[in-house]
């Protein structure tokens, strides 16, 4: 194994021993920041989440624990999936709140969904980010529930892509990007919503922006 | 029902395999239906993005600095994803690669394996090992399942079941998963594929994937997917095997700010895949708890050391060459005899091989370079194509069974004919009188024998004028210069 290690790198080094080709020089003359307002950026970021089927609402900072509980009560979902960091002020005690410590994955399937924060949402595309974090949980829990009831703070929307990756110039050490629920168009082009991820994506929008 | 073969040291010649499938008019509704669909969302998510030449130049200067900076970045790579608890293994060729992961999934005590779509897999015929060595590997993308239960071929990289319709589909399932009742509306179809793979995601502890990309400053990977069978493979197993080429490393996390937006709305016409998803090594607490990197050289170091083709590497794998492709969308993938189909198939496949297998690819297109043109990554296909038949044919060149080739006879003949003034107006008078017997009252040559009958097989040619350019330059010289009335 090492041995092929060698003779590929001897390949590769070889073959490239002429080039001189400098990082520094890519051009990158392509939009890197949007010239939306905050009102804007929400705007098309529900329009975006609009089109992937998504439902969004929007909340004050205050009203964040009620418009979860609502948004559960409303799709009638009940056994609800937790990461173990989520702020306990939004947790209502009328739902049935599971904490992701040590459960089994089939255990996790069962709930009725997840909730979890965000770390970023890019209008352009409508993408929420999940670095995993503590209030976003480990991957498993946002992916095998059905449904996934997502908080995303107006002052984590950037317009662009370009305008997320300028604000974690550290790369995290997982990321999943979201945009728009599980789809496949592999039978002759027809889009079908919730393949294997999550069918349905509800985000609250929290108006942190005033 | 026995599939195509996709294995270009068996493959028949391009225009041979292409000959059935153009007989094959659902197949051939098939493809052009979804490669429409593909390429009317892909020219409006283009259109509609005010930089976009500006994002491909930005992508194909990432690309091409990679490559010259190769060692660079595999290195540093490397470095990083051991640090992050990844296992990096080296594979010089395809057979390396395979026995590398058997070993790995036999210490596992695997019998059966998930699989993330990967072309890189199928590069090494990777399934058929597998179950040579007792593993079953199951495909979870719906497109994978559907010609792994068919017993079919990937014709597309993006959309590998494109040929199938939804009848064909319902067929399969319905007789794979025993369901005899399931409907053909594609909801149903994909609903049945959710069970059908749910329960293998809950209880097969060992997956494998490809990758979109390695990302060299802290050596994680990138998948860009749609269905969510890709975050499944890539959190719920215990041990994670991610097969790459040595080509696929970016320098920084933040050039996916370029390549995702360029990948997505070329390959599927959207403005970010539905899933991507980032990992580095293993995280604890979170997904496998073992991951291994097998990085495949296959031929790439030899195709980087190659001026004009080394551009041939910069590629990201999103397909729309094959989507506007008017050669592709007459024939599908399986006429190119390899995973990699279309205009890049027939640029990298040959050079896969090492010039020894799929010699007539190259010749597989018209050099329309409409390729080209909606390259995210600019690779200049038809320069390669150009550059590659050239090589083929000095391979022929030095070919013993040449003096009985009577394409490699009648070039000779043309180079003696062309290569003098006065040969050449003989053969014009001669040609003048030979024609004469193919060519109909209106001037039209529609039927030649033997070996011209393959040109007058699909076109027509225009009869020799009773005047040739160089008749009529002589005459006007004579007259002095001026126009004959």
Redesign the interface.
């Known amino acids: 194994m090492t041995n092929s290690r060698q003779a590929i790198f001897d390949n590769v080094r070889a073959a490239t021993k002429a080039d001189v080709d400098r990082y520094e020089d890519i051009p990158r003359n392509y939009i890197r920041a949007g010239g939306l307002d905050s009102q804007g950026r929400i705007h098309l970021m529900t329009e975006r989440l609009h089109e992937y089927g998504a439902d969004v609402v929007e909340c004050s900072s205050a009203d964040i624990r009620q418009t979860i509980f609502r948004q559960l009560h409303l799709g009638k979902k009940h056994q609800i999936v937790i990461p173990a960091g989520l702020l306990p002020a939004w947790l209502d005690s009328g739902a049935n709140w599971l904490v992701d410590q040590n459960l089994t994955h089939e255990q996790i399937e069962a709930c009725d969904g997840v909730l979890t924060a965000s770390s970023a949402g890019v209008a352009d595309s409508g993408t929420i980010v999940l670095h995993h974090g503590a209030e976003e949980g480990q991957r498993v829990i946002s992916l095998l529930p059905d449904f996934h009831l997502c908080v995303l703070r107006a002052s984590q929307i950037v317009e662009t892509l370009p305008e997320y990756f300028s604000r974690f110039p550290e790369p995290p050490r997982l990321a999943t990007y979201i945009s728009g629920p599980s789809a496949t168009a592999d039978i002759e082009m027809t889009r079908i919503k919730g393949v294997h991820g999550p069918r349905f994506l509800s985000v609250i929008i929290v108006r942190d922006d005033f | 029902m026995s599939g195509p073969v996709m294995d270009p040291r068996l493959a028949p010649p391009f225009p041979q395999a292409a000959l059935p499938i153009l007989q094959n008019t659902q197949l051939r509704k098939?493809v052009a239906?979804?490669t429409d669909?593909?390429q009317t969302k892909r020219n409006r998510l283009v259109a509609e993005k005010?930089?976009w030449q500006?994002?491909r130049?930005?992508a194909a200067?990432?690309r091409?600095?990679v490559?010259?900076?190769?060692?660079h970045y595999?290195?540093e790579f490397e470095k990083n994803c051991t640090a992050?608890g990844g296992v990096v293994?080296?594979?010089?060729d395809a057979a390396?690669a395979r026995q590398?992961i058997i070993d790995i999934l036999r210490e596992e005590k695997a019998t059966e394996v998930i699989k993330i779509k990967t072309m890189t897999s199928a590069e090494i015929q990777l399934n058929p090992s597998l179950e040579k060595a007792g593993i079953s590997a199951v495909e979870?993308?719906?497109?994978e399942l559907?010609l792994q239960l068919g017993d079919d071929e990937p014709s597309h990289i993006v959309?590998p079941?494109?040929h199938v319709?939804?009848q064909q589909?319902r067929e399969i399932f319905a007789r794979r998963m025993s369901l005899p009742q399931l409907p053909d509306d594609?909801?149903a179809?994909?609903a049945a594929?959710?069970t059908y793979?749910?329960k293998k995601?809950?209880s097969v502890p060992t997956a494998i994937s490809g990758a979109n990309f390695l990302?060299a400053?802290?050596g994680?990977v990138a998948i860009v997917e749609?269905?969510?069978?890709g975050?499944?493979c890539?959190?719920?197993p215990r041990t994670l095997i991610t097969l790459a080429g040595?080509e696929k490393v970016l320098?920084?996390?933040?050039d996916?700010?370029?390549l995702?937006?360029v990948l997505?709305r070329s390959a599927?016409g959207?403005?970010?895949?539905?899933?991507?998803?980032?990992?580095?090594g293993v995280?604890p607490?979170?997904?496998p708890q073992k991951f291994h990197v097998v990085?495949l050289?296959n031929g790439r170091?030899?195709i980087?050391?190659r001026k004009v083709e080394r551009q041939t590497l910069q590629c990201i794998r999103c397909a729309a060459c094959l989507n506007t492709c008017p050669v592709y969308r007459q024939t599908g993938g399986h006429a190119y005899g390899s995973p990699y189909a279309g205009p890049i198939g027939a640029i990298l496949t040959p050079q896969l091989e090492h010039m020894q297998h799929a010699q007539s690819l190259p010749y597989a297109s018209s050099l329309c370079a409409a390729c080209y043109e909606v390259c995210p990554v600019k690779i200049n296909i038809p320069e390669v194509l150009i550059d590659l038949r050239a090589k083929v044919v000095d391979q022929e060149r030095e070919e013993a069974s040449r003096w009985t080739d009577p394409m490699y006879m009648g070039m000779k003949a043309a180079n003696f004919v062309f290569g003098s003034a006065s040969r050449f107006r003989l053969a014009q008078r001669f040609g003048k009188l030979g024609l004469r017997f193919f060519t109909d009252k209106d001037g039209w040559i529609r039927k030649l024998p033997s070996l011209g009958a393959r040109w007058t097989l699909s076109r027509d040619l225009p009869g020799m004028p009773d005047q040739t350019f160089r008749d009529w330059w002589a005459e006007r010289e004579a007259r002095g210069g001026k126009e004959a009335r």
């Open positions: 098939n239906h979804a669909v593909i005010q930089d500006q994002l130049s930005a200067a990432i091409a600095h490559l010259a900076n190769l060692a595999l290195e992050a293994h080296w594979a010089r390396e590398i979870t993308d719906l497109a559907i959309v079941a494109l319709n939804r589909v594609p909801e179809l994909a594929a959710r793979l749910r995601f809950l990302i400053e802290n994680s749609s269905e969510g069978n975050r499944m890539l959190t719920l040595i320098p920084r996390f933040s996916l700010e370029v995702l937006q997505a599927t959207e403005r970010l895949n539905p899933y991507n998803s980032l990992w580095s995280v607490g979170d997904g990085l050289d170091s030899e980087l050391g």
